[in-house]
């Protein structure tokens, strides 16, 4: 493989690498953003989660 073969390959798995980074973490991030701001809701992406605690006044 050539040096240009090289990079560009290098390159590509650097730019994956980060995508899946930012893909990976989008959720968490968005939820500690929503902490500090003082938006975060515990169970807002799985209400079935806090019926299942026994948590049942929530939803009548």
Known sequence: MSRGGKAI???LVV???IA???YSF???LKDERDKREG???R???NPIAFHSLGNKK???
């Open 26 to 28: 989008a959720p968490a």
């Open 58 to 60: 929530a939803h009548e």
């Open 39 to 41: 938006t975060y809701l």
């Open 20 to 22: 899946n980074g930012f």
């Open 43 to 45: 169970y807002k992406r």
């Open 9 to 11: 390959t290098i390159g």
């Open 15 to 17: 730019a994956l690498g």
